[in-house]
């Protein structure tokens, strides 16, 4: 595609729910990241792909996130059992490199989820 | 942590001034990458310029410019002559050599009245 798309655009869950949120990069990128970006914050690293491996998962703040990628091209985050502070953007980027020091980080329109 | 900060949350000019928005990071290292992003009201962050650690020089880039400082671990940002379409949240990042994280800071939020 043109760009990263991800979906939903909008997700409302009652506490306790699971959600899944999807990214599709920009075909033939090897570099997968998901941010999470709270009201009136900067994003926040969460974990990063290349390809299908998981290389770092040391933004997941806790054992209720969850993120694949299993074929190296869409990925998948889920968040098991929301809490409201899981209330974010989770923002999607994918680079065509294996790092950002040649190639750009594109990012999608993020998901906004809401726990009520 | 080695933060990123943006001092200015907030900005309000009115259309064809000069804006500066500020930045200053946190490293220990001698080789790192710095960013800035806008977030226009659509949510997606859009890349507007990288810089290493050992290029000092400033750049232009039509109406943008970037001034680094190393010494004051500064990134500073200035839109000229600034227009209504400007306006959106404007985050720095920094990035270590090693690694792929980005450390955004708070951003800026830019508003340009016409």
Known sequence: GAGVSQSPRYKV??????????CDPISGHVSLFW???ALGQGPE??????????????GLPSDRFFAERPE????????????????????????????????????????????? | AQKVTQAQTEISVVEKEDVT???VYETRDTTY???????PPSGELVFLIRRNSFDEQNEISGRYS????????????TITASQVVDSAVYFCARKNNAGNMLTFGGGTRLMVKP
């Open chain 1, 13 to 22: 869950a009652k506490r306790g729910q699971d959600v899944a949120l999807r």
């Open chain 1, 35 to 37: 941010y999470q970006q």
């Open chain 1, 45 to 58: 690293f969460l974990t990063y792909f290349q390809n299908e491996a998981q290389l770092d998962k040391s």
């Open chain 1, 72 to 116: 190296g091209s869409v990925s998948t985050l889920k968040i098991q059992r929301t809490q409201q502070e899981d209330s974010a953007v989770y923002l999607c980027a994918s680079s065509l490199g294996t790092g950002l020091n040649n190639s750009p980080l594109h990012f999608g329109n993020g998901t906004r989820l809401t726990v009520t």
């Open chain 2, 21 to 23: 928005l500020d930045c």
């Open chain 2, 33 to 39: 990458y710095l960013f800035w992003y806008k977030q």
């Open chain 2, 66 to 77: 970037w001034n680094f400082q190393k010494s004051t671990s500064s990134f500073n940002f």
